[in-house]
């Protein structure tokens, strides 16, 4: 005689169907695609706050969890409260599954932020910007042009500069609007003065306006910005307009450890190369209390910039981003929300399942 089977309850069907999904899901965000919301404006108009997208794990492939104690589909906090959702209590060795592509010059990645130094390196917030210098690249942005290894660089298609716009009367919200400009890309100074930030388009379409009497860019051509700070930009006479030469570091790469080098890359090695005794002192550098002449990167650097260039903090201020904060590609939108528009109004339907270039 068969033996019979007890069937499940309602309740344990319902916990077990939920087990999977919660198992499937992390599963797929760690392996495969994790979703992404744009929060601020530093990618616009390429990526519009609201725009909902997937990034892509497989591309340069999956990077196996460095702190795997941690309450699944989390990331720094338990949802809702100020409770840390991991513990560091273990912390595994960095290590990549092979991907499809390296990280290739002008993509638009999702890292963890580099200078966010109080989380694991996993665990770190995630940024989106786009990889405008790989390993072994120099870069150099002159009144405002970036330039790669000497060459003009590509120009994103929706990149943004700021513009002092001048005009004879006070433009209306509904004004701008017309012009794709919206509330939270312009400034009033004062009356018939304003700060736009806009594509080139935008701008010529601006110019050719009756109301416009001036459009001015608003490039940075003297003086150091103290707020780049893993490098003295004051001292360099460096700012977001006028900055570098600057190489990317990359893994394998040997320095001289002179006084310049010791400015430009102490912070990158005595933050990100896995050392622990690390001081830059008199332009010297010592590692475990003994001076160093030369320095091998153990790793591949990026040099990563927003495509709303004068509205965005990135490699400019805080330095590079070391290969084992690369969390993936950026690869298409699934939904955009306009904050500014109510009910239907809110969908930007044309952007919905488009890709990311």
Aim: glycine share 6%.
């Amino acid at each position: 005689m068969s033996k019979s089977t007890k069937k499940k309850s309602a309740a344990r069907e319902w916990g077990d169907a939920l087990i999977f999904a919660v198992v499937a899901a992390s599963l797929i965000r760690w392996l495969l695609l994790e979703p992404f919301t744009i929060p601020t404006a530093s990618m616009e108009k390429s990526l519009l706050v609201g725009d909902f997208l997937f990034v892509s794990k497989m591309h340069y492939g999956t990077r196996f969890p460095i702190t795997p104690l941690q309450v699944p589909l989390t990331h720094q906090k338990v949802w809702g409260t100020e409770i840390p959702s991991y513990s560091d209590a273990i912390q595994i060795p960095y290590f990549r599954l092979p991907g499809f592509s390296d990280v290739e010059r002008n993509d638009v990645v999702v890292f963890n932020y580099p200078v966010e130094f109080q989380y694991p390196t996993d665990l770190k917030t995630n940024y989106i910007k786009r990889a405008v210098g790989i390993s072994g690249d120099v870069v150099q942005i002159k009144s405002g042009d970036l330039f790669v290894n000497d060459q003009p660089a590509e120009i994103p298609q929706e990149m943004q500069y700021s513009y002092d716009v001048t005009t004879n009367r006070a433009l209306t919200e509904d004004f701008l609007k017309d012009y794709d400009v919206n509330p939270d890309s312009y400034m009033i100074l004062k009356d018939g003065l304003y700060i736009v930030f806009a594509t080139d388009e935008v701008i010529k379409r601006l110019e050719s306006s009756p109301v416009v009497t001036s459009v001015t860019k608003r490039i940075m051509n003297t003086g150091g910005e103290s707020e780049i700070t893993f490098l003295d930009g004051a001292k360099l006479g460096w700012n977001r307009d006028n900055y570098g030469p600057l190489q990317v570091p990359q893994e394998g790469w040997t320095i001289e450890m002179n006084s310049d080098n010791v400015m430009r890359y102490a912070f990158t090695i005595e933050k990100y190369e896995g050392l622990e005794n690390v001081e830059a002192k008199d332009g010297q550098l010592f590692i475990d209390g003994q001076k160093v002449d030369s320095y091998t990167f153990k790793q591949n650097y990026y040099f990563m910039m927003g495509d709303n260039r004068h509205d965005s903090l990135d490699s400019r201020y805080w330095g590079f981003v070391p290969e084992d904060h690369i969390v993936g590609k950026a690869w298409f939108l699934w939904l955009s929300l306009d904050k500014h528009e109510s009910m239907f109004s809110k969908i930007r339907w044309s952007r919905i399942f488009n890709g990311i270039n």
